[in-house]
């Protein structure tokens, strides 16, 4: 599988994910970090595909940019150098495409984190109410059971 389609399927990912609050996305972190590691064991087989193409129409650059008298070391040292300079910038172009994806992970959990924390809140508060509304009722079932003159669980049982 190549890098491209790599990426193509992590924006998928990205695009079919949950919207949250704050404008932030819920992801699949599973199959986002699946994609990753994907993409870094592409990296090695798009090098290497790199690699075949600089030996055929690389040969030609390097036999262009190096003079047509000189030995044939210096001509494959030219491709060798263009080599490590393509090798070096898919490298620096992947690292960077997955600092960027775990970046959003990172902003994707830290939203999810504070939408379950306002959840959280609001449950604690809707819990409250029910609690005190509770310690209201039987309050008033005490008072009433004592002016009776009778316990709330014999109030209770009638």
Wanted: glycine content about 8%; aromatic content about 4%.
């Amino acid at each position: 599988m190549s890098a491209y389609r790599v990426i193509d399927k992590m924006e998928s990912v990205v695009r079919e994910g949950v919207w949250m609050p704050f404008g932030w996305k819920a992801l699949n972190a599973d199959l986002m970090l699946d994609l990753i590691e994907k993409l870094r064991s592409t990296l090695p087989e798009e090098t290497a595909r790199v690699r075949r193409g600089a030996d055929g129409a690389g040969r030609d650059t390097a036999d262009a940019t190096v003079p047509l008298g000189a030995p044939p070391a210096s001509r494959n040292a030219a491709a060798q150098s263009q080599e490590s300079d393509i090798i070096a910038r898919a490298q620096s172009r992947a690292d960077t495409i997955v600092a960027e994806a775990q970046a959003v992970a990172r902003d994707i959990r830290r939203g999810a984190d504070e939408y379950a924390d306002q959840v959280l809140a609001a449950l604690d508060g809707s819990l409250g109410k029910a609690i005190a509304a509770v310690q209201k009722g039987r309050q008033q079932l005490a008072t009433s059971a004592a002016g009776n003159g009778k316990s709330p669980a014999e109030m209770s049982s009638l």
